[in-house]
């Protein structure tokens, strides 16, 4: 069983930064893939990024450039750097957690946290 807690969401203006973060359980931490998703009221689910055990990651067109994913494996810590946001990226995030795969999984993502908001407003 793997447990993820999100947190560092809230209300900035258009053009600021904020940096997620999410705690996970468990001693295997360093074998999973770590992915960052996010939903926006009345829409679908959708991925925003991910990182996999060799810290090889992967990007959302519509972020990349402006967010960063991280992991710290010894804290058990994985992290989205979020610059120059955006109105159209008000939604809930949710870090996710799943088995690593040969190239960065953005799909197939087991274990879930309870959510973190981040509000942009126009």
């Known amino acids: 069983q793997v447990h993820l807690v999100e947190s560092g969401g809230g209300l900035v203006q258009a053009g600021d930064s904020l940096r997620l973060s999410c705690a996970a359980s468990?001693?295997?931490?360093?074998?999973?893939?770590m992915g960052w998703f996010r939903q926006a009221p009345g829409k679908e689910r959708e991925f925003v990024a991910a990182?996999?055990?060799?810290?090889?990651?992967y990007y959302e067109p519509s972020v990349k450039g402006r967010f960063t994913i991280s992991r710290d494996n010894a804290k058990n810590m994985v992290y989205l750097q979020m610059n120059s946001l955006k109105p159209e990226d008000t939604a809930v995030y949710y870090c996710?957690?799943?088995?690593?795969?040969?190239?960065?999984?953005?799909?197939?993502?087991?274990?879930w946290g309870q959510g973190t908001q981040v509000t942009v407003p126009s």
């Open positions: 996710a957690a799943r088995a690593s795969s040969t190239y960065v999984p953005t799909s197939g993502y087991v274990y």
């Open positions: 468990g001693r295997t931490f360093h074998n999973y893939a």
């Open positions: 990182i996999n055990w060799n810290t090889v990651s």
